[in-house]
T-cell receptor, first 111, second 115 residues
Framework: GESVGLHLPTLSVQEGDNSIINCAYS??????FIWYKQESGKGPQFIIDIRSNMDKRQGQRVTVLLNKTVKHLSLQIAATQPGDSAVYFCAENNAGNMLTFGGGTRLMVKP | DSGVTQTPKHLITATGQRVTLRCSPR?????VYWYQQSLDQGLQFLIQ???????AKGNILERFSAQQFPDLHSELNLSSLELGDSALYFCASSPGTSGITDTQYFGPGTRLTVL
């Protein structure tokens, strides 16, 4: 598969545990935030989004939390599964539809 | 499968050459975006087209150009290639009708290797 970011921060969790992936964004004027998952050899896949007028949004097994005071975004994955192993990117929309991506975090799930 | 297709999947070429990457958006999507993903720069926005017109420009080099055709497919042209242009190039598409919450769906990418 493709190597994306050989020096990415890595989060290693046990299968069944909850995972929390953090992201600091840069622009306090950003209005919309997205989490993407990128598996080896594939393009980024949309997971969940949140607008700046919310501080929490839940999906299926995933929750995104937004703290605008400290410009922090987190993705929580419940009951992490081996299929969740991937690189996770946060992205902010701060100039029209031009997404600015964070550096990514590699999630490794141990069976 | 996002519904966005990109060809070719892999491309190997030499410095100084020119290549064209092709993208077909999801059915009904009017916006197409191009991104470059390299090991040291991460995912970088290059350019956006909406219904055939350039909408936004990011960190796109002058050696690179793009266009969106009437059938909404898009091509990214990379010329005078340098070793540093080796990267994954992704196309994404979105409906183009939801403002800033217009979700972008990514294709599988084209891996360009410049030797």
């Amino acid at each position: 598969g493709e190597s994306v970011g050989l020096h990415l921060p890595t989060l290693s969790v046990q299968e069944g545990d909850n995972s929390i992936i953090n992201c600091a964004y840069s622009n306090s004027a950003s209005d919309y935030f997205i989490w993407y998952k990128q598996e080896s050899g594939k393009g980024p896949q949309f997971i969940i989004d949140i607008r700046s007028n919310m501080d929490k949004r839940q999906g299926q097994r995933v929750t995104v939390l937004l703290n605008k005071t400290v410009k922090h975004l987190s993705l929580q994955i419940a009951a992490t599964q081996p299929g969740d192993s991937a690189v996770y990117f946060c992205a902010e929309n701060n100039a029209g539809n031009m997404l600015t991506f964070g550096g990514g975090t590699r999630l490794m799930v141990k069976p | 499968d996002s519904g966005v297709t990109q060809t070719p999947k892999h491309l190997i070429t030499a410095t100084g050459q020119r290549v064209t990457l092709r993208c077909s958006p999801r059915s009904g999507d009017l916006s197409v975006y191009w991104y470059q993903q390299s090991l040291d720069q991460g995912l970088q926005f290059l350019i956006q087209y909406y219904n055939g017109e350039e909408r936004a420009k990011g960190n796109i080099l002058e050696r690179f150009s793009a266009q969106q055709f009437p059938d909404l497919h898009s091509e990214l042209n990379l010329s005078s290639l340098e070793l540093g242009d080796s990267a994954l190039y992704f196309c994404a598409s979105s409906p183009g009708t939801s403002g800033i919450t217009d979700t972008q769906y990514f294709g599988p990418g084209t891996r360009l290797t410049v030797l």
